[in-house]
């Protein structure tokens, strides 16, 4: 089996998973729109058109076509939609492709989608306004208490938010945070909504968790892995350790990967940001991504190999329960290093 990675970018980590899992039975492709990190770690690498370009689908399935693609997984919440509108045809050639659903990928890109759909499910988040009038009701309410963070309604990693301590300090970094959106590839999503593409929401307290809700590529839950945040770098875990089922925290954010699977029955994993107040044990959902998250490699560094499974799955096998059970209190860091750029294969 040969596997494609789209927008790796700097997911060079996961090239090397996927290569690893293959064990020598296939060649793993990374594909981006530019020259990329990723690209070298792969057996050979690609460049594509622009995700947005009317080029990118027909040119990622005339290349799984000629490379003999099995398996298509997206490293970036931007691909996501395009590609999940274009499933069944990628499906017609062959290719598993470890995309959710359109609905569901709207639900996680779509940060007030999101809101909205946990509320529906009784998970609890942050609340959220799509707007500065009615954040101040809701401040005026006591629905909504300073800080507010002020983040964009599409968004990746820690790009354009802030926080407010202040009505005078919430609009101006509303202004900012439009801005941000406007000079960044965030406008393309934001494009659909370009009045409301700015959310206010309240500042949950508490520590904060990654949580890894794996299902299977046909949707059926397999398990879920905590993990407490202990260092944050660019909006992405810098350092994590994992937990166990006697640590105090375990219950309820296993139980809350449960429910988050049950309700959104995404593919394969759904990278989760919860804050969980330590008094009462509640946790709060912050954010959801419905790819490989920048948490992931603290999982594999314990034991777990969903890229295997991921294999496994597109192959019609099952995985085997190793690969789906991290060691607990495994401590990782991410590190900085330099590598030579080499040409593409």
Known sequence: MNILLTSAGRRSYLVKYFKEALSGRGLVFAANSEMSPALSEADRGVITPLIYSEDYIPFLKEFCRQQDIGLLVSLF???????????EEFQELGVVMAVSDPETILNCNDKYNMFLKLWK????????SISLSDAKLKLMAKSMEYPVMVKPRFGMGSLGISKAFDKT???????ICQRSIEESYLKYEAASCPKECVLLQSCAEGNEYGLDVVNDLSGRYMTTVVKRKLAMRAGETDEAVTLSPEDPEY????????????????????DVDVILNPENMRPYVIDMNARFGGGYPFSHLAGMDLPRAYVAWAEGKEAEPAWLTPKPHVHGYKDIRIKRREALA
């Open 251 to 270: 219950g309820a954010l296993s139980e809350l990967g449960k429910a988050i699977s049950a309700g959104f029955a995404h593919v394969g994993i759904m």
């Open 169 to 175: 300090e919430m609009k101006v970094l509303y202004g």
């Open 121 to 128: 499910l009784g998970i609890r988040c942050p609340e959220t």
């Open 77 to 87: 919440d931007i691909d996501l939609p395009v590609l999940a509108r274009h499933k």
